[in-house]
C-alpha cells in the first residue's frame, strides 16, 4: 500500500516524494524483522511460531516499552512542532516581499564586495527567510514580520540576529539593518519561482 502511494506521488508530481519515500523505507525495515515468518504464513517457506516474550526479564520488558515511548513520542512531538506553523499561519496574509530575491548590489559595514559574508540570494517566506551566502552557506532562519515594513531574524543554528527595514522600488527591494551585529544595505531583484531548475523541469522533488 504504501509503496503503491510512493509510486503514485512521484508519477503524478505530488510533492510528497521524499517523505513517501521514506515511510516505504521504515516500513521495509520493520517487515525485515519477521520476514521469515511472514514468508511462512504465506506458504512460501517453513512455518516458524511467534516470537515468545519468554525469553525477556522484566526489566528488558520495561526497557523495551520505554525506548518504545521515546521513539513514538519523539516521532510525535516532532510532527506537531513541525506542522505548527502550518497551522499557525495558514490565515496570514502573503507578504509583499514574499518569494526568490537576487542580490544585486551589497553594502556591509565597509566589507569588500567579493567578502565571503556577502549575501548571493534570498528567500522569504511566511514565517522564515533563506540566505546564501557568497561562500555557499545556507542560513535559515526564522522570521518575525514586526509591522509592515520591518522583518526580524532569528538564526539560532548559527547564533545569529538581525532586523532589517524594506522597501519596494519597482521590481528591487532596498533592505537596511544589521545582521549579526553588522549594518548592511542591500538591493535585491525578484526572481521568478518558476524559472528555477528545481522547479522548471517536469519531474519535482520540490513542493509546487
Known amino acids: 500500500m504504501l509503496a503503491n502511494v510512493a509510486l503514485m506521488n512521484f508519477c503524478y508530481a505530488v510533492p510528497v516524494k521524499l517523505f513517501s519515500t521514506s515511510m516505504v523505507v521504515s516500513a521495509a525495515v520493520l517487515v525485515a524483522f519477521d520476514a521469515r515468518r511472514i514468508l511462512g504464513a504465506l506458504g512460501i517457506g517453513p512455518s516458524l511460531p511467534p516470537p515468545s516474550a519468554a525469553r525477556w526479564s522484566r526489566r528488558a520488558r520495561i526497557a523495551r516499552g520505554a525506548v518504545k515511548l ?3 513520542g519523539g516521532v510525535i512531538a516532532s510532527s506537531v512542532i513541525e ?5 499557525g499561519t495558514q490565515a496570514t496574509p502573503v507578504s509583499p516581499v514574499h ?3 537576487q542580490v544585486q548590489s551589497w553594502g556591509a559595514g565597509g566589507a569588500p564586495a567579493a567578502d565571503p559574508a ?3 540570494r534570498v528567500v522569504v517566506d511566511a514565517w522564515s527567510v533563506a ?5 555557499e ?3 535559515r532562519c526564522s522570521a518575525t514580520h514586526a509591522d509592515a515594513h520591518r522583518l526580524e531574524l532569528d538564526c539560532r543554528r548559527v547564533h545569529k540576529d538581525g532586523a532589517l527595514r524594506w522597501r519596494l522600488d519597482g521590481d528591487l527591494l532596498v533592505l537596511e539593518g544589521t545582521f549579526d551585529h553588522v549594518p548592511i544595505t542591500a538591493s535585491l531583484k525578484r526572481l521568478d519561482d518558476h524559472a528555477l531548475r528545481l522547479l522548471s523541469t517536469t ?6
Open 118 to 120: 556577502r549575501w548571493r
Open 131 to 135: 540566505i546564501r551566502f557568497e561562500d
Open 83 to 87: 506542522f505548527r506553523h502550518f497551522l
Open 203 to 208: 519531474f519535482q522533488w520540490t513542493f509546487d
Open 70 to 72: 521515546v521513539l513514538v
Open 99 to 101: 518569494g526568490t530575491w
Open 137 to 139: 552557506q545556507l542560513v
